[in-house]
């Protein structure tokens, strides 16, 4: 998707590892967020950044942790990866404007064996 | 807490007719809007179409309006004229006051049958 990239695409760790999605966006919007997506389910807010220099826990924080490094980057850290995270993550970006909808990247693909 | 209910977990429909998807919510925030998204099969999110608590009037974005009934809590996808890539799974979202944090329901797969 335009203006969210998402790196990597696809990970496959081993119970125990540590990794960092990375996200960064081109739109300076102010809001970055990550989601995970299980089978069958919605997205659920794992941590956000309403404006660089500040993060907050969403619905399901536990495992992870998070860096806005600057506007136009937010990276999601997993120190010590659990099977029960695996799972599609997206990163998005938000304006502060409902009429300009959040923004998706494409996702990274993550299973953790 | 803000809540999304989408009680349809697949639905079926035949090429070139029109249907309609469900999502009921609850929040207690007195502004909010409510978003519908497409997931096809190559899991990207596309945005679809938007309706904030106070517009008076549903919305609509070609083939795609939203159904608000703001009484019952309800805030349904309605499309027009199926077509065959409209094949997907589809959510229902809901963003309040709070840094556009966005609360998903769990997603109905439509299949649309030539």
């Known amino acids: 998707n335009a203006g969210v990239t998402q790196t990597p695409k696809f990970q496959v760790l081993k119970t125990g590892q540590s990794m960092t999605l990375q996200c960064a966006q081109d739109?300076?919007?102010?809001?970055m967020y990550w989601y995970r997506q299980d089978p069958g389910m919605g997205l659920r807010l794992i941590y956000y950044?309403?404006?660089?220099?500040?993060?907050d826990k969403g619905e399901v924080p536990n495992g992870y942790n998070v860096s806005r490094l600057n506007k136009r980057e937010f990276s999601l850290r997993l120190e010590s990866a659990a099977p029960s995270q695996t799972s599609v993550y997206f990163c998005?970006?938000?304006?502060?404007?409902?009429?300009?909808?959040?923004?998706f990247g494409d996702g990274t693909r993550l299973s953790i064996l | 807490a803000q809540k999304i209910t989408q009680t349809q977990p697949g639905m079926f429909v035949q090429e070139k007719e029109a249907v309609t998807l469900d999502c009921t919510y609850d929040?207690?925030?007195?502004?909010?809007?409510l978003f519908w998204y497409k997931q096809p099969s190559s899991g990207e999110m596309i945005f679809l179409i938007y309706?904030?608590?106070?517009?008076?009037q549903n919305a609509t974005e070609g083939r795609y309006s939203l159904n608000f009934q703001k009484a019952r809590k309800s805030a349904n996808l309605v499309i027009s004229a199926s077509q065959l890539g409209d094949s997907a799974m589809y959510f229902c979202?809901?963003?309040?006051?709070?840094?556009?944090?966005?609360?998903f329901g769990q997603g109905t797969i439509l299949t649309v049958h030539p």
């Open positions: 950044s309403a404006s660089e220099g500040t993060t």
């Open positions: 739109m300076n919007h102010n809001s």
């Open positions: 929040t207690s925030d007195p502004s909010y809007g």
């Open positions: 979202a809901m963003g309040g006051t709070s840094y556009g944090k966005l609360t």
């Open positions: 309706q904030g608590s106070y517009d008076q």
């Open positions: 998005a970006i938000y304006s502060g404007n409902w009429n300009q909808p959040q923004h």
